[in-house]
């Protein structure tokens, strides 16, 4: 006979858990005491929101389910936000929370919320654990359907009585699931249309950037010497510094990439996911598309496509290469578009200019983060410039969401990513406003002790808003904040700070604040008036000539 808490952690050891993010409650003690023993390291965070954008970052970037654990009521509901941000964005995560005792309560109703109700919408499963018997089982299928395409979050509720109860139960060991390639008929019907194709073009989507198909993507576009480009969370899937690289869609019309876009008649759409609406209009003018995807396209007003190619998506694009290497006359038609779009986005990327402008930040930021060295970006106005301007090349190195997009992501997602990757350089790049949403978490990364670089753009304004206030023609309201002082905010928490002063100063100061190690935040000034001149007034005649 084992206690339940004993037979969980057990159960997390078998699926080869190394970290849980959480924040304890009463209702978790028996889990605490379980965990002390185990050889799984808990990581105390300051906010449950957190613990679980962590959780979900460490599944992001490995493939394996990360790990949050929280009381009920109060700190469950905190984890509401993390679980949307994996559920759009496709990152497995198994969530656990405490709860009252539900064979017989001394509380009546304190702190008790329907958890697994709330849950249940924004998770791939939700539900509660009724016995110490099934908690292998459950564990087992929680990680599952978790890790399983399309991945997401799996909610788990354990009730303190059922936490410390005993039960004998035989552990279920995890096992490889391999995908089937895509019939032959899919793959010979794809083949044809895009040997047929006069100007083909590949799409990577959010789907594209799952870390085991870096090599098996990388390998087909080299192989079928087909042009590509990436939506935003497809960044870094094959390698950008290819010479088929074609620019990212960061903005979902009226960019330079959309030159070539436009003028595709082909586009092969790999791992696309509707949470982030394609470049480009489909209709009956439009490009014919063939969907690529471990799972069947989801068919939007924008996304309809001619042709699935649906199985394991590395050996179905091996089994493609087969048939359409060295027989493309055409395939590289829309290359010759490549350098003008390229020379586009590299203008200005070196002007001296304070304070600075966010071309020349992405560019400095790209000089001092080595090939494998990862940025984990909030969400703001710089996400933008960052998925346009910064080059890739290896995958799941620019973390950004572009499926809920919440602000507060950026630091728990690099205090994730330093955690998995500690000989990485790892930098977070966060607005002011949402630096503040989970400013907290510098702690954790001190008492961690991490090698941890935290960039923070102060424009004192929630920026995105107000440029598109601006762009739509409003007044400019209700938009502007106060900040700290970012430098002694940092130094009270035991991190170092710095403030960029001058243009020169960013990439000296952060080169700086890698080679001395250590948490250090860096400071500096962001002129937006940038997104209007380039965002809106430059690129507006490419829309007005299609």
């Known amino acids: 006979m084992t206690k339940a808490s004993d037979l969980l952690v057990t159960a997390l050891e078998n699926e080869g858990v190394g970290y849980i993010f959480a924040i304890p409650g009463e209702e978790n003690l028996d889990v605490l005491e379980s965990l002390r023993r185990s ?6 965070t300051r906010h449950e929101q957190a613990a679980g954008f962590m959780a979900a970052t460490h599944g992001r970037l490995t493939g394996r389910a990360g790990v949050c654990l929280t009381t009920l009521g109060p700190g469950a509901l905190n984890l509401t936000t993390a679980a949307a941000y994996a559920h759009l964005g496709a990152m497995p995560m198994v969530m656990i929370t405490g709860q009252k005792a539900i064979r017989s309560s001394r509380q009546a109703r304190f702190q008790i919320v329907d958890m697994v109700a709330t849950m249940r919408p924004l998770t791939k499963m939700a539900t509660q654990i009724v016995s110490a018997q099934s908690i292998p089982t459950l564990v087992r299928d929680a990680f599952r359907v978790a890790q399983q395409e399309r991945p997401g979050p799996v909610h788990l509720e354990l009730p303190e009585d059922i936490a410390a109860d005993e039960a004998a139960a035989d552990i279920i060991p995890p096992h490889v699931v391999e995908l089937p390639v895509a019939p032959a008929a899919a793959i010979e019907r794809a083949a044809a249309m895009i040997m047929g194709a006069s100007r083909p073009l590949v799409m990577l989507g959010a789907a ?24 935003q969370m497809g960044k870094g899937a094959v390698n950008a510094g290819s010479n088929l690289y074609m620019g990212t869609a960061a903005l979902s019309e009226r960019d330079w990439v959309h030159k070539a876009i436009d003028q595709a008649d082909l586009i092969i759409s790999i791992g696309h996911d509707t949470v982030e609406k394609p470049p480009f209009l489909m209709g009956h003018d439009g490009p014919q598309v063939i969907h690529v995807g471990a799972t069947p396209a989801t068919v939007e007003q924008v996304y309809f496509p001619q042709a699935e190619i649906v199985g394991d998506v590395g050996a179905s694009l091996t089994s493609l290469a087969d048939r359409l290497e060295g027989k493309l006359p055409n395939g590289q038609t829309l290359l010759g578009l490549r350098e003008g779009i390229l020379a586009r986005l590299a203008e200005r990327s070196t002007e ?8 020349r930040i992405v560019h400095d930021v790209r000089q001092v983060i080595p090939p494998d060295g990862i940025v984990a970006l909030d969400n703001g106005m710089y996400k933008i410039w960052f998925a346009r301007n910064y080059r890739t090349s290896v995958a799941n190195t620019l973390l950004l969401d572009n ?18 990757y500690p000989d990485r350089r790892v930098l977070a790049v966060c607005g002011d406003g949402g630096f503040m949403m989970n400013s907290q978490e510098l702690e954790t990364a001190v008492r961690l002790k991490l090698n941890l670089v935290v960039l923070v753009l102060e424009d004192r304004a929630y920026g995105m808003i107000r440029w598109k206030q601006e762009v739509d ?11 700290p002082d970012f430098v002694a905010y940092a130094k009270s928490y035991g991190a170092k700070g710095s403030r960029v002063g001058k243009v020169s100063e960013l990439s000296t100061m952060l080169e700086a604040a890698f080679s001395e190690g250590g948490v250090h935040l860096v400071v500096v000034p962001v002129d937006y008036s940038e997104n209007m001149r380039v965002l809106v007034n430059e690129l507006s005649p490419i829309v007005e000539a299609r």
């Open 352 to 359: 001296d200019r304070f304070p600075l402008t966010p071309q």
């Open 208 to 231: 594209a950037s799952r870390p085991h198909l870096a090599e098996p993507l990388s390998a087909f576009v080299q192989r079928c010497r087909i042009p590509f480009f990436n939506t």
């Open 473 to 483: 023609r409003y007044s400019d309201f209700g938009l502007d904040f106060g900040n």
């Open 403 to 420: 499926a809920l997009a919440t602000m507060g992501a950026g630091l728990p997602s690099a205090i994730a990513a330093s955690l998995i």
């Open 39 to 44: 050889r799984i390291k808990l990581v105390l």
